[in-house]
């Protein structure tokens, strides 16, 4: 079906085993338009154009022949048509007015006249089809809101009148085969400001409990500062997903529970402590990223770069731990800092290493690798003005 | 003649012998380990301690590397946060397949590993307590790491716990010793050197092990 703001164009191929002849459908239909107290027209025809100009330019029910409807249209006037007012102006210096004067020109000299345009309008006039139905899609908007008459502090009690609202969009999307990639929560305050908190899932959804806990841990640790009057939750469809497993594929933590431990995670460490590490592509030291963490079960392996021996790892410090280095000629011989102590047995440094110094932030310092007495190595740095730490120790 | 008290310290119970047989191992990477004692069991909690530079570490990312390697998701609770990614990137690991929690409590590595441990689905969850204060750590009560042990067992997951001295002992299935690193170094004048690598050595203590494991690590940082 194809409608617009005054039209609905339906076919009806199918209905006559139903309700009958051409005419029987219509006069139904437009019984059925008088009982819903519409005010318009119905047409009939063997094409939906003809039938949609029928309709506009006869008032009450019109049923048109296969095969009549130049003849049936004949007597309308072109502004039915729509044509662009310079098109409109030529053809009205022409003296064509109506349908029938339209549809008695010729087609080749028209379109070598008027163009491709022309033609269309030629089709149109004598009651022919102009192309196929255009399905009209309207945007799916999944949404929940519910106005408090007395105003919610705690966020038990909130948590369900949630439920309800969550129950009612997954529902929605469910019904229209659908899943939420991400939830927007809108919650109207007593001091007339809006508390804005957005899930965002790496998968799409409509796992109700499990976006209830989300949202439940969100809010616990973002809570909103002021009694809630109001609450709005709005949905970011998506397809929904389709997991192909497989017998060698490695286990991986499932989606669902993996988004609910890290946002417990988050809630017990702080926000942007757990995630996959990114090593970023620059000389600073200690330079990465956290980003989110995504179970992935179907992305490429990456082979290991074939060392034979394994790289010595360190440990970095983080903060690094202010130390007093004591020096004879240049060289360092005992290491005092916090929890660490002893006298160098053996070094290898300074190496200095700089960088962004085009930006506000750079960095220099001289390293050393320290092999002290207690059999501990570490790595220590001095940064300009003489100022040592203890960077990391190697393990 | 094999007096029975003797006899019995060769015999194991029906249940623990079947569970040898049938553990799973993580192959760690490195061959001498692998070649000595299979690798890390799974389903289990495997303790790891030795002093400040003993190696841990540098076995603890390669362990990362064949997990990740393998496409397993893998977690690490670091409760010092003194975990590089630019070394275990080196090593080979995956970093997409790590989850690095960062905390900086025992109470809160504790809490964390017992939320990844209760999701499931990890091939590897290490716990690194290594940075924390000794008498911290011997605070935390048996019962987190019985309780750890079992929320693993049956599962695919092989737990390590790193620290600095073996408070884990009587829960951990496996225990083993790090001694400390035998630094190397390259360059002929001791002031105009680098380090090189260091020899890493290993002492299977629980169950009791014939020989030491060494291997060799290079400095690459």
Same mark, same amino acid.
């Given at each position: 079906m194809e409608s617009g703001v005054d039209y609905a164009v339906v076919?009806?191929?199918?209905l006559g085993r139903l309700i009958g002849t051409p005419r029987d459908i219509a006069m139904r239909m437009s019984a059925a338009m008088q009982t819903a107290g519409m005010d318009g027209s119905v047409a009939v025809a063997s094409n939906p154009h003809a039938a949609l100009i029928a309709a506009r330019g006869n008032r009450g029910t019109t049923v048109i022949a296969a095969g009549d409807e130049a003849r049936a249209l004949?007597?309308?006037?072109?502004?039915l048509l729509g044509p662009e007012e310079e098109l409109a102006a030529t053809l009205e210096s022409w003296g064509i007015r109506t349908f029938g004067d339209l549809s008695r020109l010729p087609a080749v000299g028209l379109a070598e006249r008027l163009g491709s345009e022309g033609v269309r309008l030629h089709s149109l006039a004598r009651?022919?089809?102009?192309g196929p139905l255009h399905k009209v899609e309207y945007a799916l908007v999944f949404e929940a809101s519910m106005e408090l008459d007395h105003g919610v502090e705690s966020l038990e009690s909130l948590a369900f009148l949630l439920g309800r609202l969550t129950n009612q969009v997954c529902g929605e999307l469910v019904r229209n085969g659908l899943a939420a990639v991400s939830l927007t929560l809108r919650l109207a305050l007593d001091d007339r400001t809006e508390h804005v908190r957005t899930i965002r899932l790496p998968f799409a959804s409509v796992d109700t409990a499990m976006f209830l806990k989300l949202l439940q841990l969100d809010l616990a640790a973002h809570p909103p500062m002021a009694e809630i009057t109001g609450i709005y939750l709005r949905a970011d469809p998506a397809e929904q997903r389709r997991l192909q497993t497989g017998l060698f594929i490695p286990a991986a933590p499932e989606s669902e529970k993996l988004e609910l431990t890290l946002a417990r995670l988050n809630a017990l460490v702080g926000e942007g402590n757990a995630g996959s590490p990114e090593v970023l592509?620059?000389?600073?030291?200690d330079a990465f990223t956290l980003k989110r963490f995504v179970a992935r079960t179907d992305a490429p392996v990456r082979k290991r770069t074939a060392a034979t021996t394994p790289p010595l790892a360190i440990r970095i410090y983080r903060p690094p731990i202010p130390a007093r280095i004591y020096l004879r000629e240049q060289v360092p011989v005992s290491v005092q800092a916090q929890g660490i102590r002893g006298d160098v047995v053996s070094f290898a440094g300074p190496w200095r290493t700089s960088g962004d #110094? #085009?930006?506000a932030d750079p960095w220099m310092r001289d390293e050393w690798d320290l092999a002290l007495d207690s059999g501990a190595l570490y790595r220590v740095f001095r940064e300009p003005h003489d100022r040592w730490f203890v960077g990391g120790n190697y393990d | 003649m094999l007096t029975r008290s003797a006899l019995a310290r060769h015999l194991v119970d029906e249940s623990q012998l079947r569970q040898r047989l049938e553990r799973d191992y993580v192959r760690t990477g490195i061959d001498a380990f692998d070649a000595a004692c299979q690798g890390i069991a799974r389903g289990t909690l495997t303790g790891i301690w030795g002093p400040v530079s003993s190696g841990k570490a540098t076995f603890l990312h390669n362990l990362l590397a064949v997990g990740t390697e393998s496409g397993e998701c893998c977690a690490l609770i670091d409760a010092g946060d003194s975990f590089d990614p630019a070394t275990a990137e080196r090593a080979g690991a995956d970093l997409s397949r790590l989850l690095w929690v960062r905390c900086r409590t025992a109470e809160q590595a504790l809490k964390a590993a017992d939320l990844l441990i209760h999701s499931g689905g990890w091939g590897i969850v290490a716990i690194d307590?290594?940075?924390?204060p000794v008498r911290l750590v011997q605070r935390i009560p048996m019962s987190w790491w019985y309780r750890f042990r079992r929320a693993v067992e049956h599962t695919p997951t092989a737990m390590v716990v790193l620290e600095s001295?073996?408070?884990?002992k009587n829960a951990a299935a496996v225990m083993m010793e790090f001694l400390p690193l035998h630094p190397t170094w390259a360059g002929a004048h001791h002031r105009f050197r680098i380090l090189e690598g260091a020899a890493v050595q290993i002492r299977q203590r629980k169950p009791v092990g014939s020989q030491p494991v060494l291997f060799s690590a290079e400095a690459t940082a």
């Open positions: 076919d009806l191929r199918g004949a007597g309308l006037p072109l502004t009651g022919m089809a102009a592509n620059t000389h600073r030291p #110094w #085009w930006k | 307590l290594t940075l924390l001295e073996a408070t884990v």
